[in-house]
Protein backbone atom coordinates (compact mmCIF):
# COMPACT_ATOMS: atom_id res chain seq x y z
CA UNK A 1 0.00 0.00 0.00
CA UNK A 2 1.20 3.63 -0.62
CA UNK A 3 0.57 6.61 1.06
CA UNK A 4 0.85 9.75 -0.49
CA UNK A 5 0.67 13.49 1.20
CA UNK A 6 0.55 16.70 -0.48
CA UNK A 7 1.45 20.13 0.76
CA UNK A 8 1.95 23.32 -0.20
CA UNK A 9 -1.28 25.02 -1.70
CA UNK A 10 -2.43 28.27 -0.86
CA UNK A 11 -3.65 31.95 -2.31
CA UNK A 12 -1.88 33.60 -4.67
CA UNK A 13 -2.52 36.60 -7.23
CA UNK A 14 -2.49 35.77 -11.04
CA UNK A 15 0.95 35.91 -12.02
CA UNK A 16 2.57 34.66 -8.85
CA UNK A 17 4.16 31.01 -8.10
CA UNK A 18 3.75 28.11 -5.92
CA UNK A 19 6.04 24.58 -4.73
CA UNK A 20 3.87 21.61 -3.98
CA UNK A 21 5.64 18.72 -2.78
CA UNK A 22 3.79 15.29 -2.10
CA UNK A 23 5.66 12.39 -0.09
CA UNK A 24 5.35 8.88 -0.87
CA UNK A 25 5.49 5.98 1.78
CA UNK A 26 5.00 1.98 1.70
CA UNK A 27 6.87 1.25 -1.14
CA UNK A 28 10.29 1.60 -2.55
CA UNK A 29 9.84 5.05 -3.87
CA UNK A 30 12.11 4.12 -7.38
CA UNK A 31 9.60 1.92 -8.44
CA UNK A 32 6.74 4.37 -8.22
CA UNK A 33 5.70 6.17 -11.39
CA UNK A 34 4.29 9.37 -10.64
CA UNK A 35 2.20 12.19 -11.58
CA UNK A 36 -0.36 15.07 -10.78
CA UNK A 37 -3.53 15.83 -11.09
CA UNK A 38 -6.28 18.16 -10.46
CA UNK A 39 -10.11 18.92 -10.34
CA UNK A 40 -11.93 22.28 -10.35
CA UNK A 41 -15.03 22.69 -8.74
CA UNK A 42 -17.79 20.86 -11.46
CA UNK A 43 -15.15 20.05 -13.52
CA UNK A 44 -13.95 16.43 -13.78
CA UNK A 45 -10.26 15.41 -12.52
CA UNK A 46 -7.87 16.32 -15.38
CA UNK A 47 -3.95 15.09 -15.84
CA UNK A 48 -1.03 17.86 -15.21
CA UNK A 49 1.81 16.12 -14.95
CA UNK A 50 4.19 13.00 -15.10
CA UNK A 51 7.54 11.60 -14.09
CA UNK A 52 9.72 8.79 -14.81
CA UNK A 53 11.12 6.35 -12.24
CA UNK A 54 13.97 8.21 -12.52
CA UNK A 55 13.36 11.44 -13.01
CA UNK A 56 14.36 12.44 -16.57
CA UNK A 57 11.39 11.64 -18.14
CA UNK A 58 8.42 14.68 -17.91
CA UNK A 59 5.01 14.76 -19.81
CA UNK A 60 2.56 18.21 -19.27
CA UNK A 61 -0.91 18.83 -20.04
CA UNK A 62 -0.76 21.74 -22.65
CA UNK A 63 -2.83 23.89 -20.74
CA UNK A 64 0.18 24.16 -18.12
CA UNK A 65 3.56 23.89 -20.62
CA UNK A 66 5.39 26.06 -20.29
CA UNK A 67 4.80 27.38 -16.81
CA UNK A 68 4.66 24.10 -14.42
CA UNK A 69 7.53 22.40 -13.63
CA UNK A 70 7.34 18.68 -12.30
CA UNK A 71 10.33 16.98 -10.49
CA UNK A 72 11.36 14.07 -8.18
CA UNK A 73 14.14 14.04 -5.34
CA UNK A 74 14.32 9.71 -4.92
CA UNK A 75 16.26 10.31 -1.90
CA UNK A 76 13.38 12.34 -0.05
CA UNK A 77 10.65 9.98 -2.02
CA UNK A 78 9.00 13.04 -2.91
CA UNK A 79 7.73 14.36 -6.12
CA UNK A 80 7.07 18.28 -6.42
CA UNK A 81 5.36 20.73 -8.75
CA UNK A 82 6.65 24.12 -9.17
CA UNK A 83 3.68 26.56 -10.68
CA UNK A 84 4.66 29.55 -11.98
CA UNK A 85 2.66 32.25 -14.29
CA UNK A 86 -0.10 31.41 -12.19
CA UNK A 87 -3.98 31.96 -13.50
CA UNK A 88 -6.93 31.97 -12.54
CA UNK A 89 -7.82 28.96 -14.38
CA UNK A 90 -5.24 27.17 -12.31
CA UNK A 91 -7.12 27.33 -8.82
CA UNK A 92 -8.12 23.90 -8.40
CA UNK A 93 -7.49 20.92 -5.90
CA UNK A 94 -4.15 19.33 -6.87
CA UNK A 95 -3.34 15.36 -6.08
CA UNK A 96 -0.45 13.67 -6.77
CA UNK A 97 -0.83 9.79 -7.74
CA UNK A 98 1.22 6.81 -7.64
CA UNK A 99 1.41 3.27 -9.09
CA UNK A 100 4.29 0.74 -10.18
CA UNK A 101 4.13 -0.20 -13.55
CA UNK A 102 2.34 2.28 -15.41
CA UNK A 103 4.17 2.05 -19.35
CA UNK A 104 4.85 5.26 -20.72
CA UNK A 105 4.27 8.72 -19.13
CA UNK A 106 3.00 10.56 -22.11
CA UNK A 107 -0.03 8.26 -21.31
CA UNK A 108 -2.53 11.00 -20.10
CA UNK A 109 -4.70 8.58 -18.81
CA UNK A 110 -2.21 5.76 -16.96
CA UNK A 111 -4.64 3.79 -14.29
CA UNK A 112 -3.11 5.58 -10.50
CA UNK A 113 -4.41 3.17 -8.00
CA UNK A 114 -2.92 5.41 -5.03
CA UNK A 115 -3.65 8.73 -4.65
CA UNK A 116 -2.92 12.02 -2.31
CA UNK A 117 -5.74 13.67 -0.30
CA UNK A 118 -5.38 17.30 -1.96
CA UNK A 119 -3.98 20.60 -1.65
CA UNK A 120 -6.02 23.54 -3.10
CA UNK A 121 -4.74 25.78 -4.76
CA UNK A 122 -6.29 29.31 -5.35
CA UNK A 123 -5.39 31.92 -7.81
CA UNK A 124 -6.46 35.14 -7.26
CA UNK A 125 -7.53 37.61 -10.63
Known amino acids: QVQLVESGGGLVQSGGSLKLSCVAS????????MGWFRQAPGNEREFVAA????????NYADSVKGRFTVSRDNGASSIYLHLDNLKPDDTAVYYC??????????????????WGQGTQVTVSS
Open 97 to 114: AADKDLGSIYDQHRPYRY
Open 26 to 33: GVPFVLLD
Open 51 to 58: ISVTGRGT
